[in-house]
């Protein structure tokens, strides 16, 4: 009981930390996944897991010293490469051109033990079959892959064809689970009654019906319900469809 009793404290210990030093290192760990950092999280992690279930007098002091340490040099390798490019570089690594004019550049991607198999992959990702269309590839320092067409084997724009667009900007929630989002509303210069009439125009009676209410730049109010009534729904899954239930006698 006792052994379990302080697994459990441990724990929640790691699991604190975690919330708080991951709080403090900001986005990086999970938004910009460079080799480096991706390495530092399951280091990370694995801190953090011993300290969860290594038991023993003294070890949890230790292993959450070792933990802070840890998160402590992250923090300031992060912050080294926000002030200072030559670190930056030296940490994140630098973006490197593995296609130019069509042509793979086979000595770049030797440094970097990135094969041809790798390569076309990622341009398939890309929706990009045919290697002479690009005119650019370049590695990222995260390992994904930007990719730039030639000229005329780019998507039509607007702009190439010079028409006038208007501007779109983005949608706002401003209901979701059921729950008016009030800092969003304010934000528009709207009140809780205008949203309730609007709902209301769409056959909206209790806020619990809604699942997603968003409001476009044109002035249009998307409501998506929790019961929707779907006549032919689509099932993409390979299960049998169930039996119909036939309808129960009457004794």
């Known amino acids: 009981m006792i052994v379990v009793l ?6 929640l210990l790691a699991f604190g930390a975690i919330l708080i030093y991951t709080r403090i290192l900001g986005k990086q760990q999970i938004g910009q996944l460079t080799f480096f950092e991706y390495i530092n999280g399951i280091t990370f992690g694995s801190i953090a897991g011993v300290l969860a279930t290594d038991i023993g007098v003294g070890r949890t002091l230790t292993h959450f010293i070792g933990l802070t340490i ?3 040099l992250t923090f300031s390798m992060g912050y080294l490469s926000l002030i200072s490019r030559p670190a930056r570089k030296l940490i994140s690594g630098e973006p490197t051109i593995v296609v130019h004019n069509g042509k793979t550049l086979e000595q770049n991607m030797r440094k970097m033990r990135y094969n041809m198999d790798e390569l076309l992959m990622q341009l398939r990702q890309k929706n990009v079959f045919n290697l002479s269309d690009v005119e650019y590839a370049i590695m990222e320092p995260d390992g994904d892959l930007s990719v730039l067409l030639k000229s005329q084997k780019r998507p039509l724009t607007p702009a190439d064809l010079n028409l ?3 501007y ?3 949608s706002v929630e401003l209901v979701e689970d059921g729950q008016i989002i009030h800092p969003n509303l ?3 210069r709207l009140d809780e009654n205008w949203l309730q009439e609007q709902l209301a125009g769409q056959g909206v009676t209790d806020l619990n019906q809604v699942s997603l209410a968003v409001l ?3 002035g249009h109010l998307y409501v998506d319900k929790k019961a929707d009534n779907l006549t032919t729904p689509i099932d993409i899954t390979d299960m049998p469809p169930a039996p119909p239930r036939l309808p129960k006698a009457k004794k």
Request: charged share 25%; aromatic share 4%.
């Open 216 to 218: 476009d730049t044109q």
């Open 70 to 72: 840890f998160a402590g």
């Open 168 to 170: 779109e900007g983005i």
């Open 186 to 188: 304010e934000q528009l």
């Open 164 to 166: 006038p667009t208007e």
């Open 6 to 11: 302080e697994v459990a404290l441990q724990t």
